[in-house]
T-cell receptor, first 115, second 114 residues
């Protein structure tokens, strides 16, 4: 069964460093998402992406964040200068088509720790 | 704005007992509601979803949920708990008009007592 994959599973970085989190969505899906979950808190929406552009972003997704689909398979989240509060589990998700009825399929997550 | 509230961050039930995980939603438009499960070190897996076709929704692994508009609830149930049901469960909402993002509850960790 097709699945969303994410790399790395864990990443430790120093405050101020740039990190890139990678995701490979399900191959025929068209809509892509990033969510994050700070330890002990709820899963929060960061950004959605369709047709090579951001379709919606949350207040969390400030200028330090960017997303890209550099080729036909990868979808990346870049944090330019990490802060301690960026420590969280980051989930990628993909969806075949638009519409609330369509299921978003999630990857296993990348646990980011900023020291 | 839409939101969901999950009552009980931790729920423990005995193996074979009824599982009841509570979720209440707030939405100004007809919602789509979802239950996701997260097993240790894995991603979020869809258990079931409500999309207005039927108020009682059956999902995987014997779980079901009933949409009750009058109570703004979408509680998750399973008649008989199994050890393999131990996981974290998340309720989520999106709206009828295809607003793309999912808004999640805080999650409920289910523990099964042998």
């Amino acid at each position: 069964e097709p699945e969303v994959t994410q790399t790395p599973s864990h990443q430790v970085t120093q405050m101020g460093q740039e990190v890139i989190l990678r995701c490979v969505p399900i191959s025929n899906h068209l809509y892509f998402y990033w969510y994050r979950q700070i330890l002990g808190q709820k899963v929060e929406f960061l950004v959605s992406f369709y047709n090579n552009e951001i379709s919606e972003k949350s207040e969390i997704f400030d200028d330090q964040f960017s997303v890209e689909r550099p080729d036909g398979s990868n979808f990346t989240l870049k944090i330019r200068s990490t802060k301690l509060e960026d420590s969280a589990m980051y989930f990628c998700a993909s969806r075949l088509a638009k519409g609330g009825v369509e299921t978003q399929y999630f990857g296993p997550g990348t646990r980011l720790l900023v020291l | 704005a839409q939101s969901v509230t999950q009552l009980g961050s931790h729920v423990s039930v005995s193996e074979g007992a009824l599982v009841l995980l509570r979720c209440n939603y707030s939405s100004s438009v007809p919602p789509y509601l979802f239950w996701y499960v997260q097993y240790p070190n894995q991603g979020l897996q869809l258990l079931l979803k409500y999309t207005s076709a039927a108020t009682l929704v059956k999902g995987i692994n014997g779980f079901e949920a009933e949409f009750k508009k009058s109570e703004t609830s979408f509680h998750l149930t399973k008649p008989s708990a199994h050890m393999s049901d131990a996981a974290e469960y998340f309720c989520a909402v999106t709206d009828h008009f295809g607003n793309e993002k999912l808004t999640f509850g805080t999650g409920t960790r289910l523990t099964i007592i042998p």
